[in-house]
């Protein structure tokens, strides 16, 4: 008997202690489900994103009527029975302010709101999502994704009684029962309770993610500085007046909104600008790409696929890199061609399938989720302005290996410096002297430039921080100017589209 009481007490003790500290997240905070109704929170402010078979990617949210909702801000008893309310899979538009439930619309599944009430509301109006467009009614129903990070209660919600679109074959919304709206206009910045800020990480694989309300370069990011920090409204989307999409020395002009959309399967440029872009890279030395393609064209090159050209997204003051990695998908290796698919498609309210848009988005550059892979994205309207940042994602060609050949680089130059300095004081002659002096000058600037910048490594797309490449610098012999790519300055440049 003395015994189990030891360890009866000794149980007691260790649940009092995972209280106190919150050593297990279900007794976390607000953000799961002993506050409000909702638990789909990995851990405080880390939603999943998953994906279907459909190809589109979704996070769980619950659906309730105010009626069977509990406000944390004006009830103690904070949690609401299960049959209260429902748990379904929401896909999420980075543009639009709108969250969406559909009750007639497209392959989404139909909410009932004869089950739970919506509280619909006589008002009814039009919304453009990416890939379709929707007539809607307001309701007053509750939408819990993250109850410390993010819930509608205050903003009216969507209800979708008809739907339109000429993605007909893509099953748009399968499964799902409506769309999660990330921006930030009018209302919906109150649906952010911690503050207007999320962040976006897609896997290597493109299968998963995470949506997470906060920043965390730490763990998701190879750096602690972002590589580019953009000017956004407030549904994240960027104007491009006067901007340009390079390819070596061609150019093409861009003039409309830049966006994100993780839905989109390719880099989406609209039709007039895609038939430009396309006849350029195909103007590229050894590349044929197949002519009369709206999506992802299918290429072939005698080059290494990390050896194809960057392009360059130039406007504003901002010059965005998108490498191969992100734009040529491998097909097949014969040893002597390499086949690939150009992950580009061109987009149009007049298209079909995978290269429809709706209206308000026709004019739009579209990022998809292959460079929200390669770059860790924040989405950040905490200080009165939406700024984006983008990362260099833990998915991108390593910074360390970079830094490594590097420094192996530099220890080979100073290495060859001090056997020559060895080799000339054998010397005995002045002529002897001012030869061993010129093979070292320049054995030292062939050095540097073969064993660091002229290594494939350091043109390799990938990305480094650069107060650990000035740390590089200063041990370089005294004088050196290194022939540095700091980017090129694409603004302004001429079309050359005769190449």
């Known amino acids: 008997m003395p015994q189990t009481s030891t360890f009866f007490f000794i149980f007691v003790l260790f649940v009092c202690l995972c209280f106190q500290s919150k050593a297990f997240p279900l007794f976390e905070g607000k953000s ?37 909702c509990h406000n944390s801000s004006n009830s103690s008893n904070s949690t609401a029975p299960s049959d209260q309310y429902d748990t379904v899979k929401m896909m999420i538009s980075i543009a639009n302010d709108e969250t969406l439930v559909a009750e007639n619309c497209l392959d989404f599944d139909s909410y009932n709101c004869s089950t739970h009430d919506c509280h619909k509301l006589p008002y009814a109006c039009t919304v453009d999502f990416p ?48 769309v999660l709206g990330l921006g930030t206009g009018s209302g919906a910045k109150d649906d952010f309770r911690s503050s207007p800020k999320f962040s976006i990480f897609i896997n290597s694989d493109l299968t998963a993610g995470e949506l997470l309300f906060k920043e965390d370069p730490a763990s998701f990011a190879q750096s602690s500085k972002p590589l580019y920090t953009l000017n956004a409204n407030s549904t994240w989307q960027i104007p491009t007046r006067g901007g340009s999409i390079q390819i070596e020395s061609s150019s093409v002009d861009l003039n409309g909104n830049i966006m994100f959309d993780i839905n989109s399967d390719a880099i989406g440029l609209p039709k007039s600008v895609y038939d430009l872009f396309l006849s350029d890279f195909r103007s590229i030395d050894s590349v044929s790409c197949e002519i009369d393609s709206n999506y992802k064209p299918s290429c072939s090159t005698s080059k290494q696929l990390k050896d194809l050209p960057e392009i360059i997204l130039s406007f504003n003051v901002y010059n965005i890199k998108i490498p191969s990695q992100i734009y040529a998908s491998l097909q097949n290796d014969t040893g002597s061609d390499i086949y690939f698919k150009l992950n580009f498609k061109a987009t149009s309210p007049n298209l079909t399938d995978n290269s429809y848009v709706s209206q308000n988005f026709k004019d739009s550059l579209i990022l998809d989720a292959n460079f929200m892979s390669y770059y860790y994205t924040v989405f950040d309207a905490s200080n ?36 020559c300095c060895c080799v000339k004081k054998k010397k005995s002659t002045v002529e002897n002297k001012s030869t061993v002096n010129n093979t070292t000058a320049d054995n030292n600037q062939q050095g540097i430039n073969n064993s660091i910048f002229g290594s494939s490594h350091f043109n390799y797309p990938g990305y480094y921080d650069p107060a650990q490449l000035q740390g590089v610098y200063h041990q370089l012999p005294q004088g050196y100017a290194p022939p540095m790519n700091n980017g090129v300055n694409l603004q302004g440049r001429a079309s050359n589209r005769g190449k």
């Open 384 to 419: 009165s302005s939406n700024m984006i940042y983008l990362y260099p994602s833990i998915n991108a060609p390593s910074q360390n290996n970079l830094i490594k050949w590097i420094g192996g680089g530099v220890g080979g130059v100073f290495l060859l410096v001090g056997i």
């Open 32 to 68: 799961l489900r002993n506050t409000l109704i909702n638990a789909h929170a990995e851990s405080s402010g880390i939603i999943k994103l998953q994906k279907d078979s459909d190809n589109t990617f979704y996070v769980e949210a619950d659906l309730c009527s105010p009626l069977g």
């Open 131 to 178: 890939s379709f467009h929707a007539n809607v009614t307001y309701a007053k129903s509750h939408v819990y994704l993250d109850s410390t990070y993010w819930v509608l209660e205050s903003a009216y919600l969507y209800i979708a009684q008809s739907c339109y679109t000429e993605a007909t074959s893509l099953g748009i919304g399968s499964g799902k029962s409506g």
